[in-house]
């Protein structure tokens, strides 16, 4: 199968977001990881989506990533969250530049082998998100042909069946380095803190990694910079990040919004006599659900073909991600007003999609600091002539971080 064979693969993800749907009222309760449902992903070849295509991956770019993730979303949001954050990975081990060949050979084969999940550990208790600007606590210390890494990492997304773990970490040289470690997630002194407990997603296992003196070969080091230099983005690495976080959040709304429309239409109180689709407050009700979704899945489309034409995008797939999960939220908030008291029980999915729906807030950078990202390149467009706009836009993306 290739990536032209893309509607068959996204009919794939369709089937099992509705089986992913019918247990995810249990993993929202026990806060289990889905384990079943990432070996069903790995079965339907979802898995290796992203991976580029001279590794065996099927090469496919964020206008299909971000589909795939949204549909899966709507079945078990948890699931699709990790999906999303292994799927942006393999598009930096695959199109960056930034890995070292021999761990895009290591990651790829073993992508196509089995359930081999990637995913980032880079938020600190102390220090929060890199977006605030503050270099890591956590550093890697060379030890003859060793690194060993030391540091305490919280909301590793996937932690319960990742396979590697990209360590943001500063090295102990005379100049130091900030750069990523590839670490094995059951390498010896790789201690999983089980703190997750969320109101919503509760199934992503985002828990704290304690790594105690770990020992990652000299050579597993991935985009070494200068510290004083801050860390960098890439653009089109950073709209993969913003697009499939907001995608999830969107496959979120459209099962709150497809639940209550159902509901409108089957529903048919005995005193009013006709189903609830027939009040025009319900009518309006729906209609603004409708239309942010619309407008949701117009952004998510039309941003993520950009980012694959590579379009220079600056600061807009922030403002994507800004929006659509501004929408997301408002379409459940909307949903749970609509199916009333119904809705608020502990087993009508609308609770758990609005409670879903309000961690979009976990996700660095918040919207205050893309708004201001926003500002300030309106501020630059205004006060600088066209040629200086055309070299600062890209600069502006690359700063941001995540």
């Known amino acids: 199968m290739t990536i ?42 979802l898995l290796r989506l992203t991976a580029s295509a001279a590794h065996g991956g099927l090469g496919g770019g964020l206008t299909e990533a971000q589909a795939v993730v949204a549909e899966i979303a709507r079945g078990e949001p948890s699931t699709a969250l990790v999906l999303a954050m292994h799927y942006h990975h393999h598009y930096a081990v695959a199109r960056s530049g930034r890995w070292p060949v021999h761990l895009v050979e290591r990651v790829n084969v073993a992508n196509l082998e089995r359930v081999a999940l990637l995913n980032s550990a880079q938020v600190e208790p102390r220090i ?60 010896k002194g790789v201690h999983v803190v089980e703190t997750w407990n969320p109101t919503g997603m509760r199934a992503t296992a985002s828990h704290d990694i304690i790594f105690d003196n770990v020992e990652v070969p000299l050579e597993d080091i991935i985009d070494p910079q200068p510290l004083s230099g801050g860390i960098k983005r890439d653009e089109f690495g950073m709209a993969w990040y913003f697009l499939l976080i907001a995608s999830v959040y969107q496959g979120v709304a459209r099962a709150a919004g497809d639940w209550v429309t159902r509901f409108a239409v089957n529903h048919k109180p005995s005193s009013l006599g006709a189903p ?30 950009d980012a694959d034409a590579r379009k220079p995008l600056g600061v807009q797939s922030g403002l994507v991600k800004h929006q659509v999960i501004e929408n997301a939220v408002a379409v459940t908030s ?69």
């Open 128 to 187: 929060g998100s890199p977006s605030h600007g503050a270099p890591p606590e956590t550093v890697a210390r060379r030890s003859g042909d060793k690194w060993l890494i030391s540091g305490h990492k919280t909301y590793a997304t996937g932690i319960a069946l990742l396979e590697w773990v990209s360590v943001l970490a500063v090295t102990d040289e005379d100049e130091p380095r900030l750069a990523s470690f590839l670490v094995p997630s059951r390498a």
């Open 4 to 45: 032209g064979d893309f509607p068959i693969l996204l009919e794939k993800a369709r089937t099992l977001a509705d089986r992913f749907a019918l247990s995810a009222s249990h993993y929202d309760e026990t806060g289990d990881f889905p384990f079943v449902n990432f070996d069903a992903l790995f079965d339907a070849g």
């Open 276 to 305: 609830l689709s027939s009040v025009p407050a319900v009518q309006d009700g729906i209609g603004e659900i409708e239309l942010r979704l619309a407008v949701n899945d117009r952004l998510l489309r039309t941003t993520a073909e």
């Open 334 to 402: 909307k949903a749970l007003e609509l199916g009333g008291n119904i809705g608020l029980n502990r087993n009508n999915p609308l609770e758990r999609h609005h409670r879903d729906a309000l961690c979009e807030r976990a996700h660095a950078p918040n919207n205050g600091m893309i708004r201001a990202m926003a500002a300030k390149a309106a501020f630059t467009r205004v006060t600088e002539p066209p040629s200086a706009q055309r070299s600062e836009g890209p600069r502006l993306a690359l700063v941001a971080r995540s």
